[in-house]
């Protein structure tokens, strides 16, 4: 996926309707780039991911996909910012340690992920989140792009790493 293809992501999903139900939307073939949650108000997206490390985590390997998934985030988080200003840095630890609840979408299913997130406002009602994340050691390292109606950040935004 380049560049243009993660940028055109996020720009379909800031303007496409929210569905009334869960869903999830696999990518065709193998590879997790291109998953997609959405619910009613929010939308997931793997826009980069690296490879799997079940068969070997030498730091090396770490290293090398961590720095891929590092320049994607710049990068992607450059043009976003030329685009919006720059981004609020949030803190989900609070959201990981259970000290809010309920916890909405797609905050919910990004903490499964990562603890932090940058946010951008680009005043459609909505907000966009890109955040760096990993499930679990074995697995892939993401890209990943959150999009939520204004009302599912709640205080987070008010709570910031700044």
């Not at 720009?11 to 869903?23: A, R």
Request: proline content about 7%.
């Amino acid at each position: 996926m380049t560049m243009e293809d993660r940028l055109a992501i996020i720009d379909h999903l800031l303007t496409c309707p929210f569905p009334s139900e869960e869903e999830r939307v696999a990518p065709a073939g193998k590879g997790w780039e291109g998953y997609r949650s959405s619910g009613p108000r929010s939308h997931l997206c793997f826009l980069k991911a690296s490879r799997d490390f079940w068969d070997d985590r030498s730091e090396d390997v770490v290293e090398a996909a961590e720095g891929e998934i590092a320049a994607a985030f710049e990068a992607l988080t450059a043009v976003l910012t030329s685009r919006w200003g720059r981004p609020e840095a949030v803190d989900l630890w609070p959201d990981l340690r259970g000290e809010r609840s309920p916890v909405p979408e797609p905050i919910n299913e990004l903490i499964g992920y990562s603890s932090r997130m940058s946010v951008w406002y680009p005043g459609t009602g909505r907000w966009v989140a890109l955040a760096v994340g990993q499930a679990d050691p074995e697995f892939p390292i993401l890209l990943l792009a959150a999009i939520g109606e204004m009302s599912s950040l709640g205080g987070r935004a008010a709570e910031s790493l700044r």
